[in-house]
């Protein structure tokens, strides 16, 4: 039988600052770049929500993140200067097939 | 005022008690632990300038036994020294090297608190308050802009912080206030902004079972941090 076509994953992006909870887009990947600063509410949110992809975290936020502990798989976006489909992305679109 | 100070390296030692006596401190020096519990017998004095390791023990342990107001310093301060000092009721907490003027203004303020004597205020053409505090070495002056908010529940609360925006202006700033205000049922938080310092003292009842990771992020925004022996965040700032 033979496999149903896979969805592409769906990217919500987030940006502001998050300090206050509010609606928040979910995703498969969420998309970091615009945000300027996270509340706890969103690491909680992350808990309830875990198995996201997160990409394009400024470094403060990726460590705050990380230091939290929350389940998140992150990924980092391609290098402009490289061409082709990386493993890495490979592995995120397709669910870890090769 | 009558200063203690302990230090186990003698230049720095020296120079502190040279230093401070040129702004009218009355200085006596120590060099270990022994030393300063002699002289505390003596004297009586009335606020501690301490080194933090000390070859016979701890600055902290000292501070602790004398019950005066203090001020430590340290070469090789941790996060988790700060607060156990901030727990301990300490003035400040500095890292080594510091300097004259930078421990003067401390023993100003702390004089000044202490003293609780009477304040000049000044409205500046801004809106906000310049505070002159009478002092042991003469005045200690502050510019104020302060803000006072309240809340029943957390709609109130939201709210409310957009009242602070005026008064907190950087975001880590924002962003502590908002962790501190979601963590509450009801309460007042007091911000006062004065030259470059930020402090805000919140009187509410911290739900705790919320607030694990807002204790942790509050922690990485603060440099200060004062929590009660029950756990409680009083007091905070932000250089």
Sequence with gaps: MPNAPRKPPVTASWSGELLWPQDLEDGDVIDLSGVQALGSWVLAWFRTHPGRAVTRASPAIRRQLVRSGVTVVWVDPTPSSQSGVLAAERAMLLGGES | ?239
């Design chain 2, 1 to 239: 005022m009558r200063l203690l100070v302990v230090e186990d390296e003698g230049s720095i030692r020296s120079a502190l008690a040279r230093g401070l006596g040129q702004y009218g401190h009355r200085i006596e020096t120590a060099s270990c632990l022994s030393e300063a519990r002699a002289l505390v017998a003596k004297r009586h004095p009335e606020a501690l300038l301490s080194d933090l390791k000390l070859p016979d023990g701890n600055g902290l342990d000292l501070a602790e036994e004398i019950g005066v107001p203090f001020i430590l310093m340290t070469g090789y301060g941790t996060f988790d020294d700060a607060v156990r000092a901030m727990r301990l009721g300490c003035h400040d907490f500095f890292t080594k090297p510091v300097t004259i003027k930078e421990v003067c203004r401390a023993l100003d303020h702390l004089a000044g608190r202490r003293a609780g004597g009477p304040t000049v205020v000044d409205a500046a053409q801004d809106g906000r308050l310049r505070l002159t505090h009478p002092t042991a070495s003469g005045f200690c002056s502050q510019t104020l802009q302060s803000c006072t908010v309240a809340w029943a529940d957390a709609a109130q609360a939201k709210a409310a912080f957009a009242q602070l925006h005026d008064v907190v202006p950087a975001l880590p700033h924002r962003q502590v206030a908002a962790e501190l205000m979601q963590t509450t049922s009801q309460g007042r938080l007091v911000v006062n902004l004065h030259d470059d310092l930020w402090s805000a003292w919140l009187d509410a009842t911290v739900i705790w079972s919320q607030a694990v990771d807002c204790r942790m992020l509050l922690e990485d925004l603060c440099r200060r941090c004062l929590w009660t022996k029950d756990g409680a965040l009083v007091e905070y700032g932000h250089a």
